[in-house]
């Protein structure tokens, strides 16, 4: 499926990128040095029990089950941003803590959080939002091996949490033109990412409803 193609290069990222990768939050619950305030991150288990459901969601969204499908190796396509490509590797592990859902309109949400230490977060956000920003054009193939050009630029969008950052992708492959929002939230060390995706016509207010609703179960989670 081309949608999911252009879904995997943008979120899934690269293979192991060994200790380059920013550190995730494990399973202990996160202390601070002296051990007496609780740093602003989650564990995984937490960060799972965040993610947005079905019932957060408006009416007639559904929730898409995990096929347990292997995800595209885009190892091979960032040689024309290699800073894009660095990034990448680090962000991947975000789709460890994944949930997908299908808009009526047939539109396709996902959200992947990724909780960091703090200094973490901040670093892999500014070093992710430089790198899409440096990056205006990538060439890729589909599974089937069908070059296309992804066309990346950055998108207005409101400060959700400490710090946001947006852009598109838009790419034409056999004739079929696919947009793609995404929008970073960095709530302390957790990061979130919202993605849409949509056959020509996108709704990026669409996309900053569901934000926001993501950075709302984070801020719960943290409280």
């Not at 091979?76 to 680090?90: H, V």
């Not at 996902?110 to 960091?116: D, K, M, V």
Request: charged share 25%; hydrophobic share 45%.
């Amino acid at each position: 499926m081309i949608a999911a193609a252009v879904i995997a290069t943008v979120v899934a990222g690269c293979s192991d990128a060994g200790d380059e990768r920013a550190r995730t939050v494990d399973d202990t619950a996160p202390v601070a040095p002296g051990g007496q305030v609780p740093l602003r991150t989650l564990t995984a288990e937490q960060a799972k029990g965040a993610l947005l459901a079905a019932s957060d969601l408006p009416t007639g969204w559904v929730a898409e089950p995990d096929t347990g499908a292997v995800k595209k190796d885009s190892s091979g396509d960032y040689d024309e941003c290699p800073a894009y490509g660095t990034a990448m590797q680090k962000v991947s592990r975000a789709d460890d803590i994944a949930a997908d859902f299908t808009a009526p309109d047939g539109s396709d949400f996902s959200e992947a959080l990724l909780p960091l230490a703090e200094d973490d977060a901040k670093d892999l956000f500014a070093e992710f939002s430089a790198a899409v920003t440096a990056c205006k054009k990538l060439t890729t193939k589909t599974d089937d091996g069908v070059a296309f050009d992804m066309h990346f630029v950055a998108l207005s969008f409101p400060q959700l949490a400490d710090e946001t950052f947006a852009f598109r992708t838009t790419a034409t492959v056999l004739g079929r033109t696919m947009n793609l929002d995404m929008a970073m939230a960095r709530r302390g060390g957790v990061l979130a990412f919202i993605v849409q995706q949509a056959s020509e016509t996108i709704d990026t207010g669409l996309t900053e409803e569901v934000a926001r609703r993501a950075v709302t179960k984070v801020d719960a989670a943290l409280s």
